[in-house]
Nanobody, 124 residues
Framework: VQLQASGGGLVQAGGSLRLSCAAS????????MGWFRQAPGKERDIVAA????????YYTDSAKGRFTISRDNAKNLVYLQMNSLKPEDTAVYYC??????????????????WGQGTQVTVSS
């Protein structure tokens, strides 16, 4: 599967953005999906993940209550709706795919396919 992320940009603190990740190639529903982010000088960390059928999700503590991950298997899309953005959310955001399994994978090393990244900048 190939991934193409989009939707990043510059937003003021408290604003919202919706990231999209379009998948192509193989059967999208065979994959669990994750959104990761990497700030300058920091490691790439998970933000949210979603099960292949959308019935299970995971959020890092900083994302809970503000971000929502969702997917549309008919359109081969996964989304990350980000509300109440903070300057510390500034990072390059990546979508990633991993063959579906019983448990959601939270470690970036488990994901074998990555999108190109989209920059999110939140100004104070």
């Amino acid at each position: 599967v190939q991934l193409q992320a989009s939707g990043g940009g510059l937003v003021q603190a408290g604003g919202s953005l919706r990231l999209s990740c379009a998948a192509s190639g193989r059967t999208f529903s065979n994959y669990d999906m994750g959104w990761f982010r990497q700030a300058p000088g920091k490691e790439r960390d998970i933000v949210a993940a979603i099960y292949w059928n959308g019935l299970s999700t995971y959020y890092t503590d900083s994302a809970k209550g503000r971000f929502t991950i969702s997917r549309d298997n008919a359109k081969n899309l996964v989304y990350l709706q980000m509300n109440s953005l903070k300057p510390e959310d500034t990072a390059v955001y990546y979508c990633a795919a991993v063959p579906r399994s019983r448990d959601l994978r939270l470690d970036s090393s488990a994901y074998d396919t990555w999108g190109q990244g989209t920059q999110v900048t939140v100004s104070s």
